[in-house]
């Protein structure tokens, strides 16, 4: 059974940093993609990251990029998502999700929301002006 759980959200001030974690169990990191996804009130879930750890890749969204960094602890089956210049539209609940990597392929121009069978809870961040 995928079992994931999302932790790490705060509340921050604008221009600060914050690490998310996803711990993750019955599954090998390397045979899934592992994605961040984000919700903020009234808004669609958006996908932030993700990481295809045996094929070398990562993906990051156009409102992330250069401030957002997604990695991985393959001995902690664990998988962070360090962001960095926060601003307060980065507030939202997030999320991680996997999905098997024969299903995913190499994500390029998006995240789709309904290609990831597997969700952890959210974490809430708060990003305060």
């Known amino acids: 059974e995928v079992q994931l759980q999302a932790s790490g959200g705060g509340v921050v001030q604008a221009g600060g940093s914050l690490r998310l974690s996803c711990t993750t169990s019955?599954?090998?990191?390397?045979?899934?993609?592992i994605a961040w996804f984000r919700q903020a009130p009234g808004k669609e879930r958006e996908g932030v990251s993700a990481?295809?750890?045996?094929?070398?890749?990562?993906y990051y969204g156009n409102s992330v990029k250069g401030r957002f960094t997604i990695s991985t602890d393959n001995a902690k089956n664990t998988v962070y998502l360090t962001m960095d210049k926060l601003k307060p539209e980065d507030t939202a609940v997030y999320y991680c999700?996997?999905?098997?990597?024969?299903?995913?392929?190499?994500?390029?121009?998006?995240?789709?929301?309904?290609?990831?069978?597997?969700w952890g809870q959210g974490t809430q961040v708060t990003v305060s002006s």
């Open positions: 999700a996997a999905e098997d990597r024969s299903s995913v392929g190499i994500l390029t121009l998006g995240i789709p929301v309904d290609l990831f069978d597997s």
């Open positions: 019955g599954i090998d990191l390397d045979d899934y993609v």
């Open positions: 990481i295809g750890i045996r094929a070398g890749w990562t």
